[in-house]
């Protein structure tokens, strides 16, 4: 129940579904439960003092932990003989998909059905404390769609966290965490990078903007940092790999006989993506419900706003340069 | 009249001083001529034709251009005669420096005196539109302190500035370059680098927080990045080396047989520096007003935010951990 489960937690409590939650820590098993007792009586959630007890009566259990307590997760939902669809909100997707293939599916139990998700939340804010049923409204959030991936439980997933606002993208879990890796956990490892230059007092001091906005994710969670990078390696690495070629190339501008005009040169493309991004919204239209659609929906980046009541079409949208603002 | 030299006349005319403002841009004259007649009475300011016509009367001319444009000021400001002090907010000292001392005092006219200077308020945005004449409220201002500066003048521009809020730092041409090049030239440079993820439109799609603050400064307009960057090539070069150099640590943490556990250990001290950063106001005392004192308050990250009416002493603060809030 931190940010990202404990801010869903309340947000679908809002929405009129019966939730409840766990974490690992008592302490803010008790600040959810006193939180519980002072919303609204028709939005109030359970605290449980277990996995088990939280998930034997549920339908859909989401799974709200850092990657390295997924496994865990995963054998404590399926000791308890959940069926039901299961869920997460980790930010790197592979790894989820291969523990959930040899943790849940693996069990010999009644087998759950699994969609991984991220919604693109994250704050550098933590725990209990700092969850906001509103974090979701109009938040990207990715649900994978691989083979193995039931269109059904996909499509009930989409339907509910499109109730709560999100904008639904359609991806394959190796499409996500290549993209993840170059938006934000790369960004997550400059900042870290720069944070450093802060050991000299005069530099401290004349810090301003560009270092408070460029280091401002390195207030992050170490322990959050490690697990979305570390836990994506891969494609961090590929995309550590294109920004150090950047930087590179930027290094040869510095060196060249005419650094202002060299640097001019190479900052020019960015400088008009970045001035152009975020693209707005495109006139929504229906799409039909099928993966092939959905993913070519997804690799144009665009997203779903809501699925018809027969599950046979969405309502799509796409980002385009002159388009209603985000 | 952008951003920073807009905000300084009107700041200075908001103060009861007569400021005489002039731009290469026609537009530019024709916007502040607009906004001077509708300010209230006490606080307009004026606009020139020409920069002979903007120095003639003055006593202090301030240069608020990019670093290409400051060789042709120079030239226009001792062709015209200018006797008095001459300051500039260029983002890089030592150049400006060497332009001051090859076209100014080698123009074999009255001498003017000059005292660099460099506000740490940049924003993204630019012109004189946006310019607030509060910008300079608690702003980190440095003044260059070098062999050859008068310190009758630097005390004299520490008054005038401080009198605007700003925290006044002292500091050698040199360490401001090598400082801000840290804080703030590569930090420009890493967020041109990192805005090129979003060639792929997923990516686009998924891009959020730590992308948006990690890449704000790439809205920068090229030329100013490339007249920063480029024209403090060696400072900016030392300071890249050592991100490249703690990118290549997390890379090989990446490549290792714990990536989530050696990710941990290397963003750990990062992490605990930019939680503390910045640190607060200590209680403010008074130090003599003499070179060595100020440049060792400067390497202290310190500041000052008053001199004395004899010009005998400052009023001195440095940062502290459980200082009063900046």
Redesign the interface.
């Known amino acids: 129940m931190g940010l990202i489960g404990g801010s869903l937690l309340r947000a679908l409590a809002a929405g009129g579904h019966w939730v409840i939650g766990w974490d690992l820590d008592p302490a803010t098993r008790a600040m959810a439960r006193t939180a519980a007792a002072q919303a609204p009586k028709e939005s109030r959630w359970q605290v449980s003092a277990s996995i088990a007890d939280a998930v034997t009566t549920a339908d859909l259990v989401v799974i709200a932990t850092p990657?390295?307590a997924v496994a865990h997760v995963l054998d404590e939902v399926a000791g308890a003989g959940f069926a039901g669809l299961v869920t997460d909100v980790v930010s790197v997707k592979e790894p989820v998909r291969e523990l959930v293939a040899r943790r849940l599916r693996g069990a010999g139990l009644r087998l759950a059905g699994y969609v991984g998700g991220h919604p693109?939340?994250?704050?550098e804010t933590a725990g209990f404390a700092a969850t906001d049923p509103a974090l979701f409204h109009g938040?990207?959030w990715?649900l994978c769609l691989d083979q193995e991936t039931s269109l059904d439980d996909w499509l009930a997933l989409a339907r509910l966290l499109t109730s709560l606002g999100a904008r639904v993208?359609p991806?394959t879990s190796e499409?996500?965490d290549h993209?993840?890796a170059?938006?934000?956990h790369?960004?997550?490892?400059?900042?870290?990078?720069?944070?450093?230059?802060?050991?000299?007092?005069?530099?401290?001091?004349?810090?301003?903007?560009?270092?408070r906005?460029?280091?401002?994710?390195?207030?992050?969670?170490?322990?959050l940092?490690?697990?979305m990078?570390?836990?994506n390696?891969g494609p961090?690495?590929d995309?550590?790999d294109?920004?150090?070629g950047?930087?590179d190339d930027?290094?040869d501008?510095?060196?060249s006989d005419?650094?202002?005009?060299?640097?001019?040169r190479?900052?020019?493309?960015?400088?008009t993506?970045?001035?152009n991004?975020?693209?707005g919204w495109g006139a929504p239209r229906q799409l039909p419900a099928s993966p092939d659609h959905l993913l070519a929906l997804?690799?144009?980046?665009?997203?779903i706003t809501a699925v018809s009541s027969d599950g046979r079409t969405v309502t799509a949208a796409r980002?385009v340069p002159e388009g209603r603002p985000l």
């Open positions: 990657l390295t693109m939340a994250g704050k938040c990207a990715v993208v991806a499409d996500h993209a993840v170059a938006v934000s790369v960004p997550h490892l400059l900042a870290v990078a720069l944070a450093t230059a802060i050991g000299e007092p005069l530099a401290g001091t004349l810090a301003a903007g560009s270092f906005d460029g280091t401002r994710v390195a207030g992050s969670a170490p322990e940092i490690a697990s990078c570390g836990g390696a961090v690495l995309a550590l294109a920004v150090m950047q930087l930027v290094r501008a510095l060196e005419d650094p202002i005009g060299a640097v001019r190479w900052a020019g493309p960015a400088h993506a970045r001035t991004w975020p693209y997804g690799r144009d980046g665009g997203w980002p």
